[in-house]
């Protein structure tokens, strides 16, 4: 079996044209949909607008597969999801070198980030799915001993984002396929050229065909028709709220198991023994790695009041220092993924100025000026905004770019109070050095994850997952079990 670095651009054409995978085919469809360069705004990709024709023969086909894969061992399939970490690590370059000309990440960010973690994904689940203990129970006073069994779900419908369009979309392939569901996906449309790529490794490897599909396009056509397909049994989504909520109304109609990974509005709270000359570097980082296009970045900075002045001035010294620019390059930041998105940004910098915001740097603030073809692109610099009250929208609602307001606190149960009262809860980072203070602080927050003294960091055995409207749902190497498998409770009495 072949684990070589493959032409995964072989014979394809500028613009590229991605296709869907179905039954272990590349299929061609009836329609396309342009895809851009954020850095430059060109066309450099055409992508299926697939539709529910298209989505039906995906479902019949991995619902074909399921009998054969699900009959497998643990250990047979683990294989292939080894085979396929291998032949993601193989092809790192051009994978990375495709994610970021489609996301508009820096190129360097893909390769240190979202290619190794696709590849982690697929080799952590392999592993832990061969060393799955069951639950069981004796009642000796019964005579009886109770266990469990795991069963795959059936066709799992896997649906994902454009911010980590790689990494996400193989954090729910690998435990799908692992626990021997068969999986029809559905990525972004803006981001769908490594998931298209992907679909090239696992024909190359040898996985059977039908056990994994992808079909392209958007969500209210190809989307609307997956999830509510009669023939899928689970649908695991990470997007909006607004979308995850409508994903949900449509799984419980037809009770079909659901998880949802959704928005956030995560607070950094930095208390006033903390060391700036740490803190400082770090939460640039968790503002504005990936232009601010994570789920879990830091979008409303708390500093205690008697270090707020120094914080905010050193915070502003350095970002103006970061540099943005084409993500081919040693940039800091690329642009953002689409003009549509860039306007989203930047309509919220409006709001927080008509709220009566100070803009210490970034959009109209610092000049960043580009040649062409890059004074095209979807770029922004990284934007910090002060004086706004709590009630503003750009303090209460997702923006999901490069912009962050920091805002004075006086004390713990002020800053807890404030921290919660958003309609998110997906993660916060809490800084300083008293132990007794950052575990206070930490337990009473109303979130999924929260870090202490450090951001992003996290063992894929760990939940991993949201509270209030940022989700339902865990998703890790044990908790993923939950959504893909059902449980039965066998109890036997011995005779
Ligand atoms: P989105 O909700 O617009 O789209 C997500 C996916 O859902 C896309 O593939 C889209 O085509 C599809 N979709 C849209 N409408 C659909 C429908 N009616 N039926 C089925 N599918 C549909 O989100 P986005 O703009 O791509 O991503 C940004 C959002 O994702 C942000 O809110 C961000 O916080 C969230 N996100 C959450 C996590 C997490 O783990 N909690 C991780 C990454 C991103």
Same mark, same amino acid.
């Given at each position: 079996?072949?684990?070589?670095?493959?032409?995964?651009?072989?014979?394809?054409p500028?613009?590229?044209? !991605?296709?869907?995978?179905?039954?272990?085919?590349?299929?061609?469809?009836s329609? #396309?949909? @342009?895809?851009?360069?954020?850095s430059t705004?060109?066309?450099?990709?055409?992508?299926?607008?697939?539709?529910?024709?298209?989505?039906?023969?995906?479902?019949?086909?991995?619902k074909?597969?399921?009998?054969?894969?699900?009959?497998?061992t643990?250990?047979?399939?683990?294989?292939?999801?080894?085979?396929?970490?291998?032949?993601?690590?193989?092809?790192?370059?051009i994978?990375?070198?495709?994610?970021?000309r489609?996301q508009?990440?820096p !190129?360097?960010?893909?390769?240190?980030? @979202?290619?190794?973690?696709a590849?982690l994904?697929?080799?952590a689940?392999?592993?832990?799915?061969?060393?799955?203990?069951?639950i069981?129970?004796g009642?000796?006073?019964?005579?009886?001993?109770?266990?469990?069994?795991?069963?795959?779900?059936?066709?799992?419908?896997?649906?994902?984002?454009?911010?980590?369009?790689?990494?996400?979309?193989?954090?729910?392939?690998?435990?799908?396929?692992?626990?021997?569901?068969?999986?029809?996906?559905?990525?972004?449309?803006?981001?769908?050229v490594?998931a298209?790529?992907?679909?090239?490794?696992?024909?190359?490897?040898?996985?059977?065909?039908?056990?994994?599909?992808?079909v392209?396009?958007?969500?209210?056509?190809a989307g609307?028709?997956?999830?509510?397909?009669?023939?899928?049994?689970?649908?695991?989504?990470?997007g909006?709220?607004?979308?995850?909520?409508?994903?949900?109304?449509?799984?419980?109609k037809?009770? $079909?198991? !659901?998880?949802?990974?959704?928005?956030?509005?995560?607070?950094?709270?930095?208390?006033? @023994?903390? @060391?700036?000359?740490?803190?400082?570097?770090?939460?640039?980082?968790?503002?504005?790695?990936?232009?601010g296009?994570?789920?879990?970045?830091?979008s409303?900075?708390?500093?205690?009041?008697p270090?707020f002045?120094?914080?905010?001035?050193r915070?502003?010294?350095?970002?103006?220092?970061? $540099?943005?620019?084409?993500?081919?390059?040693?940039?800091?930041?690329?642009?953002?993924?689409?003009?549509a998105?860039?306007? $989203?940004?930047?309509?919220?910098?409006?709001i927080?100025r008509?709220?009566?915001a100070t803009?210490?740097?970034?959009?109209?603030?610092?000049?960043?000026?580009?040649?062409?073809?890059?004074n095209?692109?979807?770029?922004?610099?990284?934007t910090?905004?002060?004086?706004?009250?709590?009630?503003s929208?750009?303090?209460?609602?997702?923006?999901?770019?490069?912009?962050?307001?920091?805002?004075?606190?006086?004390?713990?149960?002020?800053?807890?109070?404030r921290?919660?009262?958003? $309609?998110?809860?997906?993660?916060?980072?809490?800084?300083?050095?008293?132990?007794?203070?950052?575990?206070?602080?930490?337990h009473k927050?109303?979130?999924?994850?929260?870090?202490?003294?450090?951001?992003?960091?996290?063992?894929?055995?760990?939940?991993?997952?949201?509270?209030?409207?940022?989700?339902?749902?865990?998703?890790?190497?044990?908790?993923?079990?939950?959504?893909?498998?059902?449980?039965?409770?066998?109890? #036997?009495?011995?005779?």
């Amino acid at each position: 079996m072949s684990l070589s670095k493959i032409n995964l651009l072989s014979d394809n054409p500028n613009p590229l044209v !991605v296709n869907n995978f179905i039954g272990g085919n590349f299929v061609k469809s009836s329609k #396309y949909l @342009d895809s851009y360069d954020p850095s430059t705004g060109e066309v450099w990709a055409q992508i299926p607008d697939s539709d529910s024709d298209e989505v039906d023969e995906a479902v019949r086909h991995a619902k074909n597969a399921f009998p054969m894969w699900s009959n497998k061992t643990a250990a047979e399939r683990a294989k292939f999801l080894i085979k396929m970490a291998e032949s993601i690590e193989e092809n790192i370059e051009i994978l990375a070198s495709a994610e970021s000309r489609d996301q508009g990440k820096p !190129v360097a960010l893909a390769r240190r980030m @979202d290619i190794p973690r696709a590849a982690l994904n697929f080799r952590a689940f392999a592993e832990s799915i061969c060393h799955h203990l069951n639950i069981s129970n004796g009642i000796p006073e019964m005579g009886c001993m109770n266990y469990t069994v795991r069963k795959p779900v059936g066709v799992a419908a896997l649906i994902s984002p454009w911010n980590l369009p790689l990494y996400l979309l193989t954090f729910k392939i690998a435990p799908a396929l692992a626990s021997g569901n068969c999986v029809v996906c559905k990525p972004s449309e803006v981001t769908s050229v490594t998931a298209w790529m992907l679909c090239k490794l696992a024909k190359d490897v040898g996985l059977p065909d039908g056990v994994l599909n992808m079909v392209f396009g958007t969500g209210i056509k190809a989307g609307e028709a997956l999830i509510n397909h009669k023939d899928v049994n689970v649908i695991s989504f990470t997007g909006s709220t607004n979308v995850g909520r409508h994903i949900g109304q449509v799984a419980a109609k037809s009770i $079909k198991k !659901v998880s949802l990974e959704l928005g956030g509005k995560n607070a950094g709270i930095i208390l006033d @023994d903390a @060391d700036l000359s740490k803190v400082i570097p770090a939460t640039i980082n968790s503002c504005f790695l990936n232009q601010g296009e994570i789920c879990l970045c830091t979008s409303r900075i708390f500093v205690q009041r008697p270090i707020f002045e120094e914080f905010v001035q050193r915070l502003v010294q350095e970002t103006k220092n970061l $540099k943005v620019g084409p993500p081919t390059e040693d940039v800091f930041m690329g642009p953002l993924v689409s003009q549509a998105h860039l306007e $989203k940004v930047k309509s919220y910098i409006d709001i927080a100025r008509k709220d009566g915001a100070t803009i210490l740097c970034g959009e109209t603030v610092d000049e960043l000026s580009l040649a062409a073809p890059h004074n095209q692109g979807y770029f922004i610099r990284p934007t910090i905004i002060t004086g706004l009250p709590d009630s503003s929208a750009c303090m209460q609602e997702e923006i999901f770019g490069p912009v962050v307001c920091v805002s004075p606190f006086d004390a713990e149960d002020e800053v807890i109070e404030r921290a919660n009262n958003v $309609k998110y809860g997906l993660c916060s980072a809490v800084w300083g050095q008293s132990g007794e203070r950052l575990l206070r602080v930490a337990h009473k927050l109303h979130v999924g994850t929260v870090w202490i003294n450090c951001w992003l960091i996290r063992s894929l055995d760990m939940p991993f997952g949201g509270m209030k409207e940022s989700g339902i749902g865990r998703e890790g190497t044990s908790h993923s079990l939950d959504l893909y498998t059902e449980e039965t409770t066998i109890c #036997y009495k011995f005779q």
